[in-house]
């Protein structure tokens, strides 16, 4: 039996948000490594900038979440990390605004 499609969405912000897209490396605090160090490779992955509010993806994670890829990356503050590839990029700006949510109706 198939476990579906697996996403993952990670934050960035104005600061780090190019070095992401330079590196390929997407990152968390290493206080999120226990979701983080479930990524796998092949999962879909999206990141969030929340200083613009934009939403880019999808990108596809090329290892699984790994502790300190580069540990002088994203500021140093986001150790659990998972590099990313992508053939096609989207840019959804305002994704919290502009999302619909399905309503089950009784």
């Known amino acids: 039996m198939s476990e579906g499609v697996r996403y993952w969405k990670f ?5 780090i948000e190019e070095e992401c897209f330079q ?5 968390a605090p290493a206080r999120m490594w226990k979701e983080v160090k479930e990524v796998k490779k ?3 992955i999206f ?4 200083d613009t509010d934009i939403l880019h993806g999808p990108f596809i994670a090329g290892t699984e979440g790994t502790m300190n890829i ?9 150790p659990s990390q998972v590099k990313i590839e992508w053939v096609n ?7 919290l605004r502009n999302s ?5 109706k009784h």
């Open 89 to 95: 990029l989207s840019k959804i700006t305002e994704p």
């Open 70 to 78: 580069d540990p002088y990356a994203l500021g140093r503050k986001n």
């Open 11 to 15: 934050t960035c912000n104005r600061e």
């Open 47 to 50: 990141l969030h900038n929340i």
């Open 23 to 27: 590196k390929k490396l997407v990152g």
């Open 42 to 44: 092949g999962d879909i």
């Open 100 to 104: 619909h949510s399905l309503k089950e």
